[in-house]
């Protein structure tokens, strides 16, 4: 069976960077036929589509510029690199995979990690 697990989420302060990392486990040599999404939600609000990556990015304008994602396939793990974090960006984040390319819908992704809380202070 497989699983995603997200790891690297915390407490900074603005200004500070974070990478979280999602890996697979269980895909085997599948991991990188998926495009893999990360997305956040903020308490209280719905789930909020941040990036994706397959052979290449496409990002939230909210976070374009200051988050990047990246994928390194023999590792079955994706990364988001977030820097100069900002109050708003406090939220629990969650990658997930889909079969579907590049795309921004979350009804699109068929497996979903249990999320990671980030915590941005001003």
């Known amino acids: 069976q497989v699983h995603l697990v997200e790891s690297g989420g915390g407490l900074v302060q603005a200004g500070d960077s974070l990478r979280l990392s999602c890996t697979s486990s269980?895909?085997?040599?599948?991991?990188?036929?998926?495009?893999m999404g990360w997305f956040r939600q903020a308490p209280g609000q719905e789930r909020d589509f941040v990036g994706a990556?397959?052979?290449?990015?496409v990002y939230a304008d909210s976070v374009k510029g200051r988050f990047t994602i990246s994928r390194d396939n023999a590792k079955n793990t994706v990364y988001l690199q977030m820097n100069s974090l900002q109050p708003e960006d406090t939220a629990i984040y969650y990658c997930?995979?889909?079969?579907?390319?590049?795309?921004?819908?979350?009804?699109?992704?068929?497996?979903w990690g249990q999320g990671t809380q980030v915590t941005v202070s001003s």
């Open positions: 990556i397959h052979w290449s990015t």
């Open positions: 997930a995979r889909s079969r579907s390319i590049l795309t921004r819908n979350g009804s699109d992704y068929d497996l």
């Open positions: 269980g895909s085997g040599r599948t991991f990188n036929i998926y495009t």
